[in-house]
């Protein structure tokens, strides 16, 4: 039955503008002009923090906060977590490149594996959705929902951990 979703929705919509005398290339057409559009207003942000993202993790950077916050940390934590965990509300390709290099060293079955994987799976590129689409609806007043989105990503990152711990 699941194998005939999208067929029936394409059916189903199709069916509906030709009931309804709604001419659909135009409407497609008209769609995908205001996709590239919306495309077009975005960009700008997206190869800023695309670009923030590889200069963090090419510099170094990223390593040497690592290392620092594994020495603050109350429990052993491999720095590769931590730089995922930094990187992740970023870039979602770096932490994704970051993820492979996790799985890879210490294979997924790994208590830093199954955490790593549980973390960018469940937490957000959170600075990237923020500059991308307040961006594009030229929302100014970040400041609350910024604290509240990193505070969430915060608590992602808690919570992963923990549940990685309990259900080993």
Known sequence: ???FVVPILIFAAVGTCLFGKVDVYSE???GVEKGFKTLIGILPAMVAVMSAASMLRA??????????????LPFDMPEEL????????????????????????????????????VIAASSETTLYV???????????????????ALVGDAICVAVSI???????
């Not at 510099?59 to 603050?72: D, E, K, L, N, Y």
């Not at 994704?96 to 955490?115: M, T």
């Not at 923990?162 to 080993?168: D, L, R, S, Y």
């Open 82 to 117: 931590i730089a995922l965990a930094v990187l992740r509300p970023v870039s979602g390709g770096g932490s994704v490149a970051l993820l492979a290099e996790i799985l890879n060293r210490y294979g997924p079955d790994s208590v830093a594996g199954r955490i790593a994987s």
């Open 162 to 168: 923990w549940a990685c711990g309990v259900f080993k």
């Open 1 to 3: 039955m699941m194998d």
């Open 28 to 30: 497609f057409c008209g």
């Open 59 to 72: 510099s170094g950077v990223m390593g040497v906060f690592a290392q620092q916050a594994a020495r603050i």
């Open 130 to 148: 923020l500059m991308v689409y307040f961006g594009v609806t030229k929302v100014k007043h970040t400041k609350k929902v910024l604290f509240a």
